[in-house]
């Protein structure tokens, strides 16, 4: 059985500072043995802790486009952020990978999707997230549980971490998989458990945005 947390960022995003090691020696720590890392417009972090966990680790990307963000799972290479929907949901779907929405219907984050545009490429989604730990309103999952029940997409759920202790925020527990045709049908029997982080966290990441732009000036 897998425990799973399938969005976390690493130093790689813009907004985090979490090194790989450090990552990888708190999900040991939690009995975390499958995560997602979908760094925002890179999957240099991903690949990189794919090549020293000691669990398993789904390349994914956060792209970002003008209606909101994709997450594209099982990826090999980047893929531009900037591009619009269409474009990204084909960028994906050329490397064989599958379209995923984080944190949908937020209506505080102005990188979340909203309904008008989901409601458009609905039969493009291949899973999405019901449960995301950085939400900061209970009713944000709730649609997104929603959508998904009404739409039969598989729910996913990710802590969003952006720091260390916000690993296994939410998980996923789950059978194992053998690809990502595999994937999809056991998420169908995944049980999402956890809970929403402190608030006061998107201050940290937001932080480390400014120092990140102003250490490369």
Not at 120 to 130: F, G, P, R, S, T
Request: hydrophobic fraction near 40%; proline fraction near 6%; aromatic fraction near 6%.
């Amino acid at each position: 059985m897998l425990k799973a947390d399938l969005h976390i960022h690493t130093q790689y995003s813009m907004d985090c500072s979490s090194p790989p090691d450090k990552i990888i020696r708190r999900c040991e720590q939690l009995g975390i043995n499958c995560i997602a890392v979908a760094d925002h417009g890179t999957v240099q972090g991903a690949l990189e802790m794919q090549k020293i966990a000691p669990f398993r680790v789904i390349v994914a990307e956060e792209i970002l486009t003008p209606h909101g963000e994709i997450m594209g799972m099982f990826l090999r290479e980047t893929i531009p952020s900037g591009i619009s929907v269409p474009e990204a949901i084909r960028a994906i779907r050329e490397q064989g990978g599958l379209v995923n929405i984080p944190h949908p219907f937020d209506t505080v984050r102005a990188s979340a999707m909203k309904r008008k545009t989901l409601e458009e490429i609905v039969n493009d989604i291949d899973l999405i997230e019901v449960f995301n730990s950085r939400n900061i309103l209970k009713r944000h999952s709730r649609e997104a549980l929603a959508f998904a029940q009404k739409h039969h997409i598989p729910g996913s759920a990710g802590s969003d971490a952006h720091g260390i202790p916000e690993i296994g925020n939410a998980v996923l527990e789950m059978p194992e998989f053998s690809g990502k045709d595999d994937f999809l049908e056991v998420l169908k029997r995944a049980r999402v458990s956890g809970q929403r982080s402190n608030p006061m966290i998107h201050f940290n990441s937001s932080w480390e945005k400014i120092r990140k732009h102003f250490k490369k000036r």
